[in-house]
């Protein structure tokens, strides 16, 4: 039952001879995941402003962008969302999501600034981690310049941007440093063994397949070595009991799907608040690809709502 446009981009991406992305270099696979948007991608709509900060971080500085939605004062001091893109810790920019984050910064009403995380192989995991949490970390303390709240502040990201997002509100509940009012995880991988059963049924012909995945987490794991470490699989944190509440959104054609289900469900079996929505007839990546998937637009509006619930 895949929906009929993800059907017809499929076939096209066949039918165009797309190589996989497993078989390019990660350079070549960033060059390719960039283009891909102006094709996927629906145009990116007006905000009131866009502006290119830096956080210091671990190894230098991270390059951030914000976003202030349309209609918003200057000097307005307005909730945010700490966005962490996706692209298996190896592909993806800000350039990539720019369309996302302004779309969910106007239907919100809330500051959206976006991470540009050290990316794999050059930088292996915990890079990611530590540049999410030490940009979260430098947002939330210098809110009264970037005028946003601290006490009104989301994390979230798609695939391996949601992995990067619960990992910070893992560690952000176990320092008591941050507030955070909401995880908007987006098919988030919850799980580097990669055994759940979506792994299997989902593995091939859905763009996003297990050589695909074997190929990310070889970059950015460097091996098996890492697959239970919680900053790389946060459903294997020791508990989940008193995290910020979650909004969980999958795809039922993706192989991460049941990823995202049983973190939903670690969850709530704790007492934390979770709540799960799947797309069952998406494949991986639909929230970005508007322009040829409706029901792309119908899950950024979903999205949207979770932050105007949650922080304002």
Same mark, same amino acid.
């Given at each position: 039952?895949l929906?009929p446009?993800?059907?017809?981009?499929?076939?096209?991406?066949?039918?165009?001879?797309?190589?996989?992305m497993?078989?390019l270099?990660p350079?070549?696979?960033?060059?390719?995941?960039l283009?891909?948007?102006?094709?996927?991608?629906?145009?990116?709509?007006?905000?009131?402003?866009?502006?290119?900060l830096?956080a210091?971080?671990?190894?230098?500085?991270?390059?951030?962008?914000?976003?202030?939605?349309?209609g918003?004062?200057d000097d307005?001091?307005?909730?945010?969302?700490?966005?962490f893109?996706?692209?298996?810790?190896?592909?993806?920019?800000?350039?990539?999501?720019?369309?996302l984050?302004?779309?969910?910064?106007?239907?919100?009403?809330?500051a959206?600034?976006?991470?540009?995380?050290r990316?794999?192989?050059?930088?292996?995991?915990?890079?990611?981690?530590?540049?999410?949490?030490?940009?979260?970390?430098w947002i939330?303390g210098?809110?009264?310049?970037?005028?946003?709240?601290?006490?009104r502040?989301?994390? !979230? #990201? %798609?695939?391996?941007?949601?992995?990067?997002? /619960?990992?910070v509100? &893992? =560690?952000?509940?176990d $320092?008591?440093?941050?507030?955070?009012?909401?995880?908007?995880?987006?098919?988030?991988?919850?799980?580097?063994?990669?055994?759940?059963?979506?792994?299997?049924?989902n593995?091939?012909?859905?763009m996003l397949?297990?050589?695909?995945?074997?190929?990310f987490?070889?970059?950015?794991? !460097? #091996? %098996?070595?890492?697959?239970?470490?919680?900053? /790389?699989?946060?459903? &294997? =944190?020791?508990?989940? $009991?008193?995290?910020?509440?979650?909004?969980?959104?999958?795809?039922?054609?993706?192989?991460l799907?049941?990823?995202?289900?049983?973190?939903?469900?670690?969850?709530?079996?704790?007492?934390?608040?979770?709540?799960?929505?799947?797309?069952?007839?998406?494949?991986?990546?639909?929230?970005?690809?508007g322009?040829?998937?409706?029901?792309?637009?119908?899950?950024?509006? &979903?999205?949207?709502?979770?932050?105007?619930?949650?922080?304002?």
């Amino acid at each position: 039952m895949l929906h009929p446009q993800a059907q017809a981009l499929l076939r096209l991406i066949e039918e165009k001879g797309v190589p996989p992305m497993h078989t390019l270099s990660p350079a070549d696979a960033r060059t390719y995941y960039l283009e891909r948007r102006f094709f996927t991608q629906p145009e990116p709509p007006h905000v009131a402003a866009r502006r290119d900060l830096q956080a210091p971080g671990p190894a230098g500085p991270i390059r951030l962008r914000s976003y202030r939605p349309l209609g918003t004062p200057d000097d307005a001091v307005l909730p945010v969302l700490v966005y962490f893109h996706g692209g298996g810790w190896v592909i993806g920019d800000l350039e990539t999501h720019d369309t996302l984050c302004r779309e969910l910064c106007n239907l919100s009403g809330t500051a959206v600034i976006a991470v540009d995380y050290r990316l794999a192989p050059e930088h292996r995991f915990p890079a990611a981690v530590d540049d999410a949490l030490a940009a979260t970390r430098w947002i939330s303390g210098n809110a009264s310049t970037l005028k946003i709240d601290a006490d009104r502040l989301a994390v !979230g #990201g %798609d695939s391996a941007g949601a992995n990067l997002a /619960a990992v910070v509100a &893992l =560690a952000a509940r176990d $320092a008591g440093d941050l507030t955070i009012k909401l995880q908007l995880l987006i098919y988030p991988a919850t799980d580097q063994r990669r055994g759940a059963p979506s792994h299997a049924t989902n593995g091939q012909g859905y763009m996003l397949t297990k050589d695909n995945i074997a190929y990310f987490h070889d970059h950015y794991l !460097g #091996g %098996d070595a890492h697959d239970e470490d919680w900053r /790389a699989s946060p459903l &294997l =944190a020791r508990s989940h $009991a008193d995290l910020p509440p979650a909004f969980v959104l999958t795809a039922g054609y993706d192989p991460l799907r049941d990823e995202g289900l049983q973190y939903a469900q670690k969850m709530s079996e704790a007492g934390s608040r979770a709540t799960l929505v799947n797309f069952e007839r998406q494949i991986h990546g639909f929230i970005l690809m508007g322009r040829v998937l409706d029901e792309a637009n119908v899950a950024v509006h &979903l999205c949207a709502s979770q932050l105007v619930h949650a922080l304002h």
